[in-house]
Nanobody, 116 residues
Framework: QVQFVESGGGLVQPGGSLRLSCAASRIIFRLYDMGWYRQADGKPRELVAGINRIGGTNYADSVKGRFTISRDNAKNTMYLQMKSLKPEDTAVYYC??????????WGQGTQVTVSS
């Protein structure tokens, strides 16, 4: 069972920035694909960004050019740098690690609220 510690969420004004962190333990971190999903009130969970074990990345169209996903295998930590935030980015953000086909482990979630 993967253990996660997510941090970095909060309240920010439109146009502002936040950096989310996700520390994962009890796994050999560098071996796994991982990423971030988000879920807004009343909406399904959606993929925000993913990063594979060799550093390849993918992004939802809605965040391309504004969000950057990265990982530091030495620190067992993944990051999501978010810039030019919009009210529609408001959601609970969940990190995940994919241990195998269809086998996802999830973090506890961190709230991001973009509002003036």
């Amino acid at each position: 069972q993967v253990q996660f510690v997510e941090s970095g969420g909060g309240l920010v004004q439109p146009g502002g920035s936040l950096r989310l962190s996700c520390a994962a333990s009890r796994i050999i971190f560098r071996l796994y694909d991982m990423g971030w999903y988000r879920q807004a009130d009343g909406k399904p969970r959606e993929l925000v960004a993913g990063i594979n074990r060799i550093g390849g990345t993918n992004y939802a169209d809605s965040v391309k050019g504004r969000f950057t996903i990265s990982r530091d295998n030495a620190k067992n930590t993944m990051y999501l740098q978010m810039k030019s935030l919009k009210p529609e980015d408001t959601a609970v953000y969940y990190c995940y690690v994919r241990l195998g086909v269809g086998d996802f482990n999830w973090g506890q979630g961190t709230q991001v609220t973009v509002s003036s």
